[in-house]
């Protein structure tokens, strides 16, 4: 139970009194009712491993402090947005789905901020580099070399980064929301760490090996692409940015898009934003400067001309009739 014990040290969540699983091995972390909602699960799976699971809805800013136990770090980051900083050192934000790497060293400490209207969802698994799972030891010196660490000689915290697959959103799912039988629970956890735990190895492992990607392949991020775009309508999204984050060429991610969905990125990103606005308009109460905000205007006048000028209307009167617009 030490990583279990390590997880419970110094935090600022609340613990609560059982799991409702009723595991040994699990412990539950509720976030304070003035900024939020939700939780973290923590287990304590064989091997030594911390496998937490994340679901957090954000009413106010907030941050928490996770002081550094000297350990490798898997994030599995599903959907929401934090920014994770070490203080004077590094500040890294979380807004797309992604598979990140890290090693926390002792004695620092990282700091998680999340603001305000949002959430995040997300799965991690640490485990102590000096006596790490069978799943890792043999790849770990090459994980090592890949992320550019030396957990010995270089103790600085050090950041991968790279697209979360499919594979590795639908299992990460699956542990967020395990569908199982009770007396199942805990050799299911451990066997889906240990899945976890080989898909952030070989994304690793494959980080600087250049190979032909199959179409399945390109298929798959065209995908990841679409989801990004409905997952972000705040944020004013560039080819540029979306072909780094997928590791491909601006020029083949535009046309593989184009082709699998009849219109080009940022035809696509401004569908997606007044679809949204739409929804936002006849399903909630929402200001129509929020609404604005949301669809990534800062003005709600520029927000208004753009809605009237996409689908002929007002964005006003399809509120007053909640009627949905439809998009040609």
Known sequence: MEALERFSFDRSFARAPNHPSG????????????????????YATED?????????????????????????VFLFHLSGSRVVEIPGLTRHTLNVPCFVAYYHPSGVSKVNLW???GWDTGVTIGF????????????????????HLS?????????????????????AGSVISPNIHPSLLREYIS??????????????????????ESPDAIRQK???????????????????????ELGMAPASLSRHFTE??????????????????????????????????????SHVSNFCLAFKRRFGTTARRVRLEGKGAVLD
Not at 23 to 42: H, I, K, N, Q, T
Not at 269 to 293: D, F, G, N
């Open 260 to 297: 699998a969905y009849k219109r080009t990125i940022q035809e696509y990103a401004a569908e997606s934003r007044m679809t949204k606005a739409v929804h936002l308009l006849v399903s909630t109460k929402m200001p129509m400067k929020q609404i604005a905000y949301e669809v990534g205007y």
């Open 48 to 72: 030594n491993c911390l496998l937490t699971t994340k679901q957090l809805k954000v009413v106010n800013d907030f941050q928490e402090t996770e002081p550094g136990v000297g350990r490798l």
């Open 128 to 147: 102590d580099g000096d006596d790490p799972p069978p799943a890792v030891s043999d790849a770990l010196p090459e994980v090592v070399r890949n992320i």
């Open 115 to 117: 603001s305000r209207g």
């Open 222 to 244: 065209i995908e990841i692409a679409k989801r990004i775009l409905d997952e972000n309508t705040r944020d004013k999204i560039t080819v540029e940015m979306l072909a780094e």
């Open 23 to 42: 595991l040994e091995c699990a412990v539950r972390f509720c976030v304070p009712s003035d900024v939020g909602e939700g939780y973290e699960d923590g």
């Open 151 to 171: 957990i010995e000689d270089d103790p600085k915290f050090t950041w991968f980064q790279s697209p979360l697959s499919p594979e590795m959103a639908r299992v």
């Open 191 to 212: 066997a889906k760490s240990r899945e976890l735990l080989l898909l952030g190895l070989d994304s690793l492992l494959n980080a600087h090996t250049i190979r032909p």
